[in-house]
């Protein structure tokens, strides 16, 4: 069974603050894997990313993926109160099928 | 910028009623898919849609569920008798046939079922 495993489950930091978010995969037929931002209602896009060592960025938030080791970090520097929501890893298999992790739940405090 | 489109936001219906969730997905994307998140819990897949036919579809998907592309722009997905533990915020999205894998979704549709 396929398995996407986010960590950590939550954290808390206060503007400015640098974060870490991590997503660990167990896929067969792996094809790409995405990061969403879930705020109230519909995850929104990030990032895809399919090569290895490759970073992608948009402005503050930047990832990468190892699929040697199978995982992904997304990193958001100088955190802002308006990236509060949950961050949602997603990977992508056979038949565009996205498989998503339980996500992580980051607060930015003034 | 184009987005995906979801009517109704919130449907409540009886236990064993039927529902049809419509979408519309971004007008040049060419695969369309149904997710479902039930309140706290993780974002699971229930089925892709290709070319007038379904392409995979999750243990979830069983016969109580069908797609549907009506016409050129709606994707719809129907629930035929709803249980309530069909109560979740259900999600469409859809992807170009340039970057299969990168998936805009809508806005959700939240069903309860009483």
């Known amino acids: 069974e396929d398995k996407v495993v986010q960590s950590p489950l939550s954290l808390v930091v206060h503007e400015g603050d640098t974060v870490t978010l991590n997503c660990s995969y167990e896929?067969?037929?792996?094809?790409?894997l995405l990061w969403y931002k879930q705020e109230k209602k519909a995850p929104t896009f990030l990032f895809m990313l399919?090569?290895?060592?490759i970073e992608k960025k948009s402005g503050r938030l930047s990832s990468i993926l190892d699929k040697k080791e199978l995982f992904s970090i997304l990193n958001i520097t100088a955190t802002q109160t308006g990236d509060s929501a949950i961050y949602l890893c997603?990977?992508?298999?056979?038949?565009?099928?996205?498989?998503f992790g339980g996500g992580t739940r980051l607060m930015v405090k003034p | 910028e184009p987005e995906v489109t979801q009517t109704p936001s919130h449907q409540v219906t009886q236990m064993g009623q039927e529902v049809i969730l419509r979408c519309v997905p971004i007008?040049?994307?060419?695969?369309f898919y149904w997710y479902r998140q039930i309140l706290g819990q993780k974002v699971e897949f229930l089925v892709s849609?290709?070319?007038?036919?379904?392409?995979?579809k999750s243990e979830i998907f069983d016969d109580q569920f069908s797609v549907e592309r009506p016409d050129g722009s709606n994707f719809t997905l129907k629930i035929r008798s709803t249980k309530l533990e069909d109560s979740a915020m259900y999600f469409c999205?859809?992807?170009?046939?340039?970057?299969?894998?990168?998936?805009?979704f809508g806005p959700g549709t939240r069903l309860t079922v009483t």
């Open positions: 999205a859809s992807s170009s046939d340039r970057i299969t894998y990168e998936q805009y």
């Open positions: 007008s040049n994307h060419l695969y």
């Open positions: 896929v067969t037929n792996f094809r790409s």
């Open positions: 997603a990977v992508v298999s056979a038949g565009n099928m996205l498989t």
């Open positions: 399919t090569s290895s060592g």
């Open positions: 849609f290709y070319n007038n036919e379904i392409s995979e």
